[in-house]
């Protein structure tokens, strides 16, 4: 060996080193690029719930604080720190868009999303809304965009409320945003279930 301390990585590591580097607003992760230390046992629920070595984490703003430095690399999620970069296991998107706001109307509608951990995205070219549907039971998943490869599932109740403002266009039945139309569904599917 070489003298040099070899350190396992933790959460209470992870989080001691951020809280050194944290300035205002989120941290510069698409510049860091650290070697990779190995995977944590931490998972982000499809529910949004955080998990430390299968418990929950309680404290919000440690979860704001690790959902700051929340990278996504291929298809793997990373939590990174100029110094490090674990693996995690996110078993949906690792983010939750638990409510939004909407002005405007027809074409010039904005719907401004927020997540459960205070990020908020303006749906429109730079944070698109996309919806999967299962191919067997057809429900659908709806995800917006909320920054650099980090998407959020949009919760049943604000889904539910965003099809009460859809419309029809070009033969989808979607929302408009920022100028933009996000097609949900096919209108004769709409109008065939």
Request: glycine fraction near 10%; include cysteine.
């Amino acid at each position: 060996m070489s003298g040099q301390k070899v350190v396992t990585p933790s959460a209470e590591g992870i989080a001691d080193a951020i809280r050194a580097t944290k300035s205002r607003g989120l941290p510069p992760v698409h510049l860091w690029n650290p070697p990779f230390c190995g995977d944590l046992d931490m998972r982000i629920a499809r529910d949004g719930t955080w998990f430390y070595l299968g418990t929950p984490i309680g404290r919000p703003a440690l979860v704001r604080l690790f959902s700051s430095i929340l990278k996504k690399e291929g298809h793997k999620y990373v939590l990174v720190t100029p110094v490090e970069k674990v693996g995690i296991t996110v078993d949906d998107a690792p983010f939750v868009a638990v409510d939004y706001e909407v002005t405007g109307d027809g074409p010039d509608q904005t719907l401004t999303f927020t997540t459960h951990v205070g990020d908020t995205a303006v749906a429109g070219p730079d944070h698109p809304i996309r919806v999967e549907r299962d191919p067997e039971t057809g429900e659908p998943s709806p995800y917006v965009l909320i920054r650099a490869n980090l998407e959020a599932l949009i919760d049943r109740k604000s889904f539910y409320r965003l099809v009460d403002i859809g419309t029809h266009n070009d033969g989808w039945f979607g929302l408009w945003s920022s100028g933009q139309f996000f097609p949900i569904i096919p209108s004769d599917d709409l109008t065939s279930t």
